[in-house]
C-alpha cells in the first residue's frame, strides 16, 4: 500500500489523469509556455508521509476510546493521521505538496453506531478534547483541518447504510457516512433517486451535504440539500437532537435546519431523513442553445424561472470565456458549425452555451422543455440540439480531477462560488472577473449552475501560473481580494461550498454582529466547551 502525500492529495480514488493535448495545448498558448516548462513538474508530492507531531493523547484516553470501538477502528499511525488533516481547499493541497502537516488530529476513530458516537462525545467533551466530524474529505473551505488536533471522527467506514426507505412518505433514512453513488445506486433499484449530485458526488457523503449546505447540478429542479432534508439526528456534548418527520410543521423553529450548514461546530449528524424522488431517466428531456452574449442568456434564464412554465433540473450557463475554453479544447474552433455560428451573430469570445435537463413524468418533461425553448428562441437562443448538454453530463464528475495535474505543472486552478439576486447578478459578475484578471495570465471561466425564481449562482474557476518560490502566501493574498470583491460587490460568502475557515474571517461583516451572536448562543448551548471542529469554523468561537 502506497503511503505518499499523493495519496492524500489526490482527489477521489487517486485516479491519475493527465492533462490531455486540447487543453495542454490551450494552457501553453494562453500562459506562454514551453514545452520544458511543461515537463518541469512542480512538487508532485510523491514521497512517504511523515509527520513529525506526536500524538498528544493521555494514554487512558487511547485505552477509553479502543474500549469504546476496538483495536481496529482506531488508528494514530503517520498515515492515518496525515490523511485526515486536510480536506480540498488549494491551500490544504499545496501544504501537503510541501510535506507541511503541523496540526494532524491525535487520532482516527471509526464509530461502530450511535452508541459508540456519543461515549465518545462524552468522554471528549469531559477532558476538553478537539472533535472534527469527517467524511469524503472533500471540503474545499478548509472545513476539516484540526488545528486544535484531538479526534478525527471518521463516519465513513461504518455509518454507510440506509436504514430505510418509505415508499408512502417518499423518504429515506440514511447514515451520515453513505457516500452519494452508494446512496443513488440503493435508491435506483427501488425506482427512486436521491436528486443531489454535487460535483463532489462519487468522494462526498450524504452528512457531508448537509453540514457544508451543498447544492447538486439538478438542485434548479430538486432543490439544494436543506430543501430536502425533513430530519435529522444528531449527538451533541449537550446530548443528543432526534427530530421527527413531517411534511412541514408549525413547532417553533425547524431545529432539524440548524445542522444545515453547522460543518460539524454542533454535534456528529449520524443519520438523515431526506425526500426522494421517481427514478425516470427515460423521461429526462435535453436541450442545448448559443446565445450572443451573458447578458441575453441571463435574461432569458430569469424569464423561464419567472413564467411559471416549472422547473428545469440541470439549467446552467457559461459565460463567454468559459464557452471558448469548451470550444477550443472540443475541437469545435474553426470547423463549419463554428463559423455559421458566427456569420449568424454568435461570435466567438461573446457568445454562451445553455445546458438544459428536465426531469420527471413524460407529460411534464414535455411540456417544460417545450416552453422553455420558446422562451429561449424569443430571446435570441439558437438550439443545437440534446448533444452537447449530454456530452457534459458525461463528465460532470471527472472534470474536477483536472487539478492534480494542473497543479503538477504549477498552474493556480481553484473556483469560489456566491450567489446574487437578479438585479446584482452582471454587476457581481462583472467585477469579479475584472479582479480576477487583474492578475497577469489568467483564464476566468464564470458560470450560472443553480437557478431561482429571484436570483442564482456564480461559480468562478480560475487558472493562472503560479509563484513558485511561495505558493501559499501568492494564493491567500489574491484569495482575499477576491472575497472583498465578492462581499463589495454585492455577492454571498458562498452559494454551496460553505464556509470553513478560509471564508469565516468574513462571516460577521456578511451577516452582521447580532446575527453572529444569535449563531454563537447555539453553539454555546450545544457545544459549551467549544469541542465541535474548533479553530474559528463559520467564525466561531469556544
Not at 437532537?241 to 413547532?251: E, H, L, R, V, W
Not at 424569443?378 to 495535474?405: C, H, N, V
Not at 470553513?500 to 451572536?517: V, Y
Amino acid at each position: 500500500m502506497s503511503t505518499t502525500y499523493r495519496d492524500i492529495l489526490k482527489w477521489g480514488d487517486k485516479r491519475e489523469h493527465k492533462v490531455d493535448k486540447p487543453t495542454l495545448n490551450l494552457i501553453k498558448e494562453k500562459f506562454s509556455l514551453t514545452d520544458q516548462d511543461i515537463n518541469n513538474t512542480y512538487k508532485t508530492g510523491n514521497n512517504e508521509v511523515k509527520v513529525t507531531k506526536e500524538c498528544t493523547l493521555d494514554a487512558k484516553i487511547i485505552e477509553q476510546l479502543t474500549a469504546i470501538v476496538g483495536t481496529e477502528n482506531i488508528a494514530t499511525d503517520d498515515y492515518a493521521r496525515a490523511s485526515h488533516a486536510y480536506g480540498k481547499c488549494y491551500t490544504d493541497l499545496l501544504h501537503l505538496r510541501n510535506g507541511n502537516i503541523p496540526t494532524p488530529p491525535d487520532a482516527v476513530v471509526y464509530p461502530r453506531n450511535t452508541d459508540d458516537v456519543v461515549s465518545i462525545v462524552k468522554i471528549c467533551n469531559e477532558h476538553n478534547i478537539a472533535i472534527t466530524p469527517f467524511g469524503g474529505s472533500s471540503s474545499v473551505t478548509r472545513g476539516v483541518e484540526t488545528p486544535k488536533g484531538g479526534i478525527s471522527l471518521d463516519m465513513t467506514k461504518h455509518f454507510n447504510s440506509v436504514i430505510e426507505v418509505n415508499e408512502i412518505n417518499s423518504t429515506a433514512t440514511v447514515q451520515s457516512g453513505m457516500y452519494g453513488p452508494a446512496y443513488e445506486d440503493f435508491l435506483n433499484e427501488r425506482g427512486f433517486t436521491c436528486g443531489h449530485f454535487p460535483q463532489s458526488f462519487e468522494y462526498s457523503t450524504v452528512g457531508g451535504w448537509l453540514a457544508a449546505k451543498g447544492a447538486g447540478q439538478a438542485s434548479t429542479g430538486y432543490g439544494k440539500i436543506e430543501h430536502m432534508v425533513l430530519a435529522v439526528k444528531a449527538v451533541t456534548p449537550a446530548g443528543v437532537i432526534d427530530t421527527k418527520c413531517y411534511p412541514a410543521s408549525a413547532q417553533g423553529w425547524d431545529l432539524h435546519q440548524l445542522f444545515a450548514g453547522s460543518e460539524g461546530t454542533l454535534g456528529v449528524i449520524v443519520e438523515v431523513t431526506m425526500k426522494i424522488r421517481k427514478h425516470l431517466p427515460q423521461n429526462t428531456k435535453h436541450a442545448s442553445f448559443v446565445f450572443k452574449n451573458f447578458e441575453t442568456a441571463v435574461e432569458a434564464m430569469r424569464i423561464v424561472m419567472q413564467s411559471g412554465i416549472g422547473l428545469p433540473h440541470l439549467y446552467r450557463i457559461s459565460d463567454p470565456e468559459e464557452t471558448e475554453v469548451a470550444f477550443k479544447t472540443k475541437g469545435f474552433d474553426g470547423t463549419l458549425a463554428d463559423r455559421a455560428l458566427n456569420m449568424l451573430g454568435y461570435k466567438s469570445g461573446e457568445r454562451c452555451l445553455m445546458f438544459v435537463a428536465v426531469e420527471g413524468a413524460k407529460g411534464y418533461t414535455k411540456q417544460v422543455i417545450g416552453s422553455l425553448k420558446k422562451i429561449t428562441r424569443k430571446r435570441g437562443g439558437f438550439f443545437i440540439g440534446a448533444s452537447p448538454t449530454k456530452k457534459w453530463l458525461e463528465q460532470r464528475y471527472s472534470s474536477a480531477y483536472m487539478r492534480d495535474p494542473l497543479m503538477d505543472l504549477g498552474i493556480m486552478t481553484d473556483t469560489l462560488e456566491t450567489a446574487v439576486m437578479w438585479d446584482k447578478l452582471i454587476p457581481v459578475w462583472s467585477a469579479v472577473r475584472s479582479y480576477l484578471k487583474s492578475r497577469p495570465k489568467t483564464v476566468v471561466m464564470v458560470h450560472i449552475s443553480h437557478v431561482y425564481e429571484n436570483g442564482a449562482n456564480l461559480y468562478f474557476t480560475f487558472l493562472s501560473p503560479m509563484k513558485r518560490e511561495d505558493d501559499v502566501k501568492e494564493y491567500l493574498e489574491y484569495h482575499k481580494g477576491l472575497i472583498d470583491t465578492i462581499n463589495e460587490s454585492g455577492g454571498s460568502l458562498s452559494h454551496h461550498h460553505g464556509v470553513g475557515r478560509a471564508l469565516a474571517p468574513w462571516m460577521e461583516k456578511q451577516l452582521g454582529a447580532e446575527n453572529m451572536k444569535l449563531m454563537q448562543a447555539i453553539k454555546n448551548h450545544l457545544d459549551p466547551n467549544g469541542i465541535m471542529n474548533p479553530g474559528n469554523t463559520l467564525g466561531l468561537t469556544p
